[in-house]
């Protein structure tokens, strides 16, 4: 199956950094979403991305297809910023299933 | 809020035992997708279903099961459960082609 490698697996920012969170995957993609699972447990969705780019407030995603990548911009991180972000995929022959990688781990320190 | 409600937030039992887990998707959402969340294996698809119908089986379990019902909402129901199987347990929806949203999760923790 597709293979979905987050990468950092780690970061700790100062409040107000700036901070770019990669996902790269092995096969083509049908859709591509970025989750940020909060302190609490719950995984809320930041963006729907199979290509292209898209910007909601101080966070920004692109997906660039034909090279298997994706970026998760933040900017002028907040303490409640921290959590684990995901990048899951859905590609042609697993279905609509989503395939998570592993996460980065976020720490915004005030 | 993503509008998908589950039941119960945590669940305790002892090795041994059945639970069942309930999900109620979106407004209007057809698929439903259980996920399971635990430290060693990550975030893992475990079934999907599509207007009652199962669409796709995931790292699924024997001893785990599911269904949905006619009013959409589903059941994840877990037996013979082994400390192995302590998790958070998530439910999402999706319109067609639509974003996967994800309820609160259920938190079961197996003693």
């Known amino acids: 199956g597709i293979q979905v490698e987050q990468s950092p697996p780690d970061l700790i920012l100062q409040e107000g950094a700036n901070s770019t969170l990669r996902c790269n995957f092995s096969?083509?993609?049908?859709?591509l979403q970025w989750f940020h699972q909060n302190p609490w447990g719950q995984l809320i969705n930041l963006f729907y991305?199979?290509?292209g780019t898209k910007q909601n407030g101080r966070l920004s995603a692109t997906t660039v297809a034909t090279e298997r990548y994706s970026l998760l911009y933040i900017s002028s991180s907040q303490t409640t910023d921290s959590g684990v972000y995901f990048c899951?995929?859905?590609?042609?022959?697993?279905?609509?299933?989503?395939?998570f990688g592993e996460g980065t781990q976020l720490t915004v320190n005030p | 809020d993503s509008g998908v409600t589950q039941t119960p937030k945590h669940l305790i039992t002892a090795t041994g035992q059945r639970v069942t887990l309930r999900c109620s998707p979106r407004?209007?959402?057809?698929?439903v997708y259980w996920y399971q969340q635990s430290l060693d294996q990550g975030l893992q698809f475990l079934i999907q279903?599509?207007?009652?119908?199962?669409?796709a089986k995931g790292n699924i379990l024997e001893r785990f099961s599911a269904q949905q019902f006619p009013d959409l909402h589903s059941e994840l129901n877990l037996s013979s459960l082994e400390l192995g199987d302590s998790a958070l347990y998530f439910c999402?929806?999706?319109?067609?082609?639509?974003?996967?949203?994800f309820g609160p999760g259920t938190r079961l923790t197996v003693l």
């Open positions: 999402a929806s999706s319109g067609p082609g639509d974003t996967q949203y």
């Open positions: 096969d083509s993609v049908n859709n």
């Open positions: 991305i199979p290509s």
């Open positions: 899951a995929v859905e590609t042609e022959t697993s279905g609509s299933r989503l395939t």
């Open positions: 407004s209007g959402d057809l698929s």
């Open positions: 279903y599509y207007n009652g119908e199962e669409r």
